[in-house]
């Protein structure tokens, strides 16, 4: 049983693909996220590329960006 790590929402984790198969395409760890859509909670993975388009596609288009509310700032 692979060990369970615990998180709080948009915390970016690093997980190992504990799956993997000898000679395989598959990546050896993901980037895991939980976030919350209309009420509910889900966890999405990621590759390390993927998280480095995201983050080239942030600062390529810096006039679409979410601010963060101070109450935020505040807890996390």
Not at 10 to 25: C, D, M, P, Y
Request: charged share 30%.
């Amino acid at each position: 049983m692979p060990l369970q790590i615990f998180t709080r929402l948009g915390r970016l984790i690093k997980v190992k693909n504990t799956k993997t198969k000898a000679f395989s395409n598959e990546n050896e760890h993901y980037i895991a996220v939980w976030v919350k859509e209309k009420g509910k909670s889900k966890c999405l993975m990621f590759t390390e590329s993927e998280i480095i388009r995201a983050e080239f596609r942030t600062y390529k288009n810096i006039e679409d960006q979410t601010q963060r509310s101070w109450i935020s700032k505040l807890i996390d």
